[in-house]
């Protein structure tokens, strides 16, 4: 049995990881961890510690103290405000990696980190984006996936760390807001048709986007953590997807539960300049042959459930 600790255990992948993990792990044998102190701790349940994952030893010991087996790293900047804070991101989500990886090599835990289709750069195909393949981001959120995929492999290959990664495409989920990505105007789309209406968007029609719903996220880093590593070749930053969706594509699939959603844009161009250099179709086909990744979600059916849980909530 695990003994999971987890950092930005408050985020948006956090918020709904955590409850799974100690769903099949039991409560107690899965620690969240996080900075900010506000009350949406208590939806987690079970046991909480506050804590800054850059301060030099700080998971070390919080791990140690729990009897880690496994540390969950998913205390992060993401991309619109890293690129609006660069020199903060770059402290925060390397320092924050390092952190975790150091307090994995000295207490021989496994540690799963996500990376990110911002890992990838303009020069990389962007359709069928491979799993291998040049990786040139020119996002600063992009430098720091990019490179602690990197420091990931390091780790295992000088030490032997057990270091798992998924590059996740946007994540979309009706239980926690993300904050400052560049994927994030869908859940927004989402929660405004159901509260007015109609949304503006900040992106432009035509920007394909790898997404994916949260379900299948949280049961993608369940699987990956428990693959057999003798049937992983890459072990690590894989890429996983479960659609290739612009703006217009989301609203055509509200529109046949909300006919007459109206979708407007003003586009914001710090956010358009990064999605434009992101892929718009990663090839997931590493996932799916080593470690059987499958979502189970399409468009449809997860706007048909992201509505459903919306209107119970806001409606
Ligand atoms: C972001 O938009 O920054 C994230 C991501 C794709 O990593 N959702």
Known sequence: MRRIMITGALGQLGQELTPRLRELYGDEAVLATDIRTDGSRAALGGPFRTLDATEDGAIYEAAAAHRADTIIHLAALLSATAEARPLFAWQLNMGSLLQALEAARALGCGLFCPSSIAAFGPGAPKLGTPQDTLQRPTTMYGVSKAAGELLCDYYAFKYG???????????????????????????????????????????????????????????????????????????????????????????????????????????????????????????ATAAALEWGFRPAYDLDRMTDEMLERLYEKLG
Not at 169 to 174: A, D, K, Q, R, T
Not at 216 to 239: P, T
Not at 258 to 276: H, N, V
């Open 161 to 283: 760390v057990d270091a798992r990664g998924l590059r996740f495409p946007g994540l979309v989920s009706h239980t926690a807001p993300p904050g400052g990505g560049t994927t994030d105007y869908a859940v927004e789309m989402y929660a405004e048709a159901v509260r007015a209406g109609k949304y503006e968007c900040y992106l432009r029609a035509g920007t394909f986007l790898d997404m994916m719903y949260m379900p299948d996220a949280v049961q993608a880093i369940v699987a990956l953590m428990e693959a057999d590593a003798a049937k992983l070749k890459h072990r690590n930053a894989f890429n996983v997807t479960a659609m290739s969706v612009d703006p217009e594509r989301i609203a055509a699939s509200i529109r046949r539960r909300i006919p007459g959603f109206e979708l407007t844009y003003r586009i914001d161009p710090l956010r358009q300049s990064i999605a434009d250099g992101w892929p718009s179709a990663l090839d």
